[in-house]
C-alpha cells in the first residue's frame, strides 16, 4: 500500500547531526525497502547502512537532510571531494511520501554547492540498474553516464557525471 501524499510539505536542508543518525537510518531503509529483492544482501547493507557504518559516513562526508516541520527527517545525501578536480555523491534517499516533492532536487543542489565550494569542477555518482526512477532524476539534473561500470556486491553499479562548473 503507498502512503499517502503529505499535503503542503515544508521542509529545510541543512548539515546532518550526530543526533539524526536514526532518522537517516530509517529514511535508508524505507526508500530502499521496494529494492530489496533486486540487490545482494551485502549490497542492501552497504545501501541502507547501520549506526557503525553511518557514523564513519558522517566523518568522511558531508552529509545532507532534509527536515521536516516536525523534525522527521524527509531525505539524506552524502558527498565528499575525491581529489582537487573531482568530486562523489552517494547516499541520496527520500521517503516514500516525499518523493517528487522537491526533496531529492534541494538535497542534490545541496550536495553539488558542498562540492564546487571545496573547488570540484566535476561530481560523479554510482547507481544500480533497478533505480530506474533515480536514473532518471540524475539524468534530468544533467548527469550523464560515463560508460564505467563496476562491481557492487555481485551487480553491476553505473557511474553518472556532471560538470559543476
Not at 56 to 80: D, H, N, P, W, Y
Amino acid at each position: 500500500m503507498t502512503p499517502p501524499k503529505p499535503a503542503g510539505a515544508s521542509f529545510a536542508v541543512r548539515r546532518a547531526e550526530e543526533g539524526d543518525s536514526a532518522g537517516i537510518l530509517e529514511c535508508l531503509r524505507l526508500a530502499f525497502e521496494p529494492y530489496r529483492e533486486e540487490y545482494t544482501t551485502q549490497g542492501f547493507a552497504d545501501t541502507v547502512l547501520d549506526a557503525g557504518t553511518l557514523r564513519g559516513r558522517l566523518k568522511e562526508m558531508s552529509v545532507f537532510v532534509a527536515v521536516g516541520e516536525g523534525g522527521q527527517i524527509l531525505g539524506t545525501i552524502g558527498c565528499a571531494a575525491v581529489s582537487d578536480e573531482e568530486g562523489h555523491i552517494r547516499g541520496m534517499a527520500v521517503r516514500p511520501g516525499f518523493q517528487g516533492r522537491g526533496v531529492a532536487a534541494r538535497l542534490l543542489e545541496a550536495a553539488e554547492s558542498r562540492l564546487a565550494a571545496s573547488g570540484c569542477r566535476r561530481a560523479n555518482l554510482d547507481t544500480t540498474a533497478p533505480l530506474k526512477r533515480a536514473i532518471r532524476f540524475y539524468e534530468a539534473h544533467g548527469y550523464r553516464a560515463s560508460g564505467t561500470i563496476r562491481d557492487f556486491f555481485g551487480m553491476p553499479l553505473y557511474e553518472y557525471v556532471k560538470i559543476l562548473r
